[in-house]
């Protein structure tokens, strides 16, 4: 069955952006307000999902070639990294470490490497999500 | 003391799931890279027993917060050594997968599973903290599930279905007694949780909160009247993962039991103890029920988990030194001597092609090395001197009559019995008699190499028997420990 879903692709491929972007913003808002590398990882799995749905599964998989599989791995690695780091500094493991810089442009900016850490679960739970749809998605 | 290198069994079974995952169709890969993460991890798991045997508990709190409020891990001696066995045992049993899983399975997660389910179970064994014991069952549990299902065999979803269903609801309840918990004491590091309640005296709703938990790791460890779904959902998994399954994963719900009755709830022993007391015992009827009542190989050692499971907890229930060293032995003998059996069982129906014990017979004449080793499992699981089984019974029985409960000791004599019969039977009706006509499905090579790690592991758990002389003082400081919480205790609140 062939639908006309003109609407739906253009008004998608729009809503993709901003979805994607608003998920970069919960991800980088994580750290002091509610937010955080899990909800903004599962923000950016479905703007994915909006595409698939206004698309179909081939065409997204053409757009994002994406081993979603290996993207847990790194996301684990990037996880278990930052928080294993501090062993090697003598502290407790997941001790986070942070400074406040002046980048230009930004302007006094916090660092903290928990968010190294958020970023792999942002990937976990990005890629988790994506092959859990991905595999239901492609059983028809 | 503050130490990090006691997270390292932990995060090296971790770090090797994930480094197994870039390459999961690489089956050189991933057996050199699952063996290579496994031997590292043993290595530091015996240098931390050697430390904690040393120098006492080792602990390390999360994220330089100060105890009570930051996540505890901490390793006394009873978690470093079922940490060591832990790897151990899975170090041979992957080694049998190499032969006996097949490649299919192999190429698909089968080896970074039994990390993910190492990583948990460790953590479980490991951790100090009430709810991050909840989380590292869940990993553990996640894992299960991928390991019970792997294959989609009829036959296997049927068994995971039981599998899922009990274990998903027994973590919906474990979440709402940790929660209840909570509610009373207000904390949930185990060794805050340990003074607060001494401090309240343990009221009746700790109590009931005691018995939520016994229901809860009870349904893991599978005992009396919980036992129902176990039979069910092992049946028909593959042999290694059975015999993972089988001899780990009720032990943590053993561990979270013994954990909890001698850490937390130690107020009203009159009641919490007692009743302890009398499920064990049932449970130890039970299995020995089920244990004579089938044909079927793998069904038999299953229902033996159940029994020993009955005995260790009978040990932990007495509350005395005897108990809790036996019941340390005990456990320790029994992950060993599982793992063997069902890893001996595996090969027995792949030579014969059947898991009735009515179709087979006489394989003496072709097998005797693999006849002899069953026999000596058996003995040893049976608890016959100087078999790794004995000493830990031995304890187990005298502390019931220095408790004043001779009885249960009796019964527990009596179960041995039983044990030795269910197993004994095996051995009888499959390498004595009139040799059977049987599908083989696996050639001589392939029977080498799956018999060589079995062989191995009972020799290993030989040596446990034999020289029980030299595990004594580890075993002794774990009973010791068990029994005087304030070392545990303070441990952890002690601080840096």
């Known amino acids: 069955m062939k639908t006309n879903d003109v609407i739906l692709q253009f008004t998608a491929k729009l809503v993709f952006f901003i979805i994607f972007l608003f998920s970069v913003h919960i991800f980088m808002a994580g750290h002091y307000t509610p937010g955080g590398g899990f909800v903004g990882g599962l923000l950016a799995a479905s703007a994915i999902v909006l595409l ?24 684990l690695v990037l996880a278990l990294g930052t928080a294993a780091f501090p062993m090697f500094d003598g502290k407790p493991f997941f001790t986070h470490y942070f400074d406040y810089f002046d980048l230009p442009f930004f302007g006094k900016t916090s660092l903290h490497t928990a968010m190294l850490f958020d970023a792999g679960v942002f990937l976990v739970v990005v890629g988790v999500t994506m092959t859990i749809i991905q595999s239901i998605g492609e059983d028809e | 003391m503050h130490n990090n290198l006691l997270l390292l069994p932990i995060i090296i079974p ?5 480094v197994l995952l870039f390459a999961r169709k690489n089956v050189m890969y991933q057996r050199t890279v699952t063996m290579i993460g496994l031997i590292a991890a043993i290595v530091s798991a015996f240098y931390m027993l050697n430390i904690v045997y040393v120098d006492g ?8 917060w100060p105890a009570p409020f930051g996540i505890t891990m901490i390793s006394d001696m009873m978690s470093i050594l079922l940490v060591v066995t832990t790897l151990v045992l899975t170090f041979f049993i992957v080694w049998y997968s190499f032969s006996a899983i097949g490649i299919e399975r192999e190429k698909f997660y089968y080896y970074p599973g039994i990390m993910f389910i190492l990583t948990g179970i460790n953590g479980a064994f490991t951790t100090g903290d009430i709810f991050n014991l909840f989380v590292f069952f869940e990993v553990f549990l996640m894992s299960s599930y991928l390991l019970i299902v792997l294959g989609g065999e009829k036959q296997q979803l049927q068994g995971s279905i039981y599998y899922l269903v009990i274990n998903i609801i027994s973590s919906a309840l474990f979440v709402i007694t940790v929660a209840f918990l909570y509610s009373v004491v207000g904390t949930l590091s185990m060794a805050d949780i340990a003074l607060k309640v001494a401090a309240l005296e343990q009221p009746a709703i700790l109590t009931v909160i005691a018995v939520l938990f016994l229901v809860v790791f009870g349904l893991k460890a599978a005992i009396f009247p919980l036992f129902f779904w176990l039979p069910k959902a092992y049946k028909s998994a593959p042999a290694p993962i059975l015999a993972l399954f089988g001899a780990l994963l009720t032990k943590v719900g053993v561990y979270a039991i013994i954990r909890t009755y001698t850490l937390i709830f130690v107020h009203d022993q009159s009641f919490t103890h007692e009743m ?18 089938y044909f079927d190989v793998t069904l038999i050692i299953i229902y ?8 260790i907890l009978f040990g932990v229930s007495q509350m005395n030194s005897a108990g809790l060293e036996g019941a340390m032995y005990y456990l320790v003998h029994d992950m060993l001597i599982k793992a063997a059996l069902f890893m001996l069982g595996g090969i027995l129906i792949a030579i014969t092609g059947t898991a009735n014990l009515r179709k087979m017979g006489g394989l003496m004449k072709r097998y005797p090395l693999f006849g002899w080793t069953f026999l000596i499992a058996a003995f040893s699981l049976a608890g016959i001197p100087p078999l790794s089984g004995f000493i830990g019974k031995l304890l187990i029985v005298e502390s019931g009559f220095e408790a004043n409960n001779p009885w249960m000791s009796i019964v527990i004599l009596l179960s041995s019995l039983v044990v030795l019969l269910s197993v004994i039977r095996i051995f009888i ?13 696996i ?10 790690p079995v062989l191995l592991l009972v020799a290993v758990t030989v040596a446990y028997g034999v020289g029980a002389e030299l ?18 205790i303070d441990a952890v609140m002690g601080g840096e």
């Open chain 2, 429 to 441: 009706y499959a390498f004595w008699g009139e040799e059977q006509q049987t599908t083989t499905s």
């Open chain 2, 57 to 64: 508990p080792q602990t390390v709190t999360f994220g330089s």
């Open chain 2, 304 to 311: 033996n988990i159940v029994i020993a499971v009955g005995v």
């Open chain 2, 443 to 452: 050639s001589q090579a392939t029977y080498t190499q799956q018999f060589t």
């Open chain 2, 14 to 18: 971790f770090f090797t799931a994930m």
């Open chain 2, 276 to 293: 302890l007391m009398i499920l064990s015992i049932l449970t130890i009827i039970f299995g020995c029920i089920g244990a004579l009542a």
């Open chain 1, 52 to 75: 698939i749905l206004a698309f179909d599964l081939k065409t997204v998989q053409a757009g994002f070639p994406i081993n979603y599989r290996i993207m847990t791995a790194i996301g």
């Open chain 2, 471 to 488: 595990v004594a003082p580890y075993m002794s400081a774990a009973g010791e420990a068990l029994l005087n919480p304030s070392i545990y």
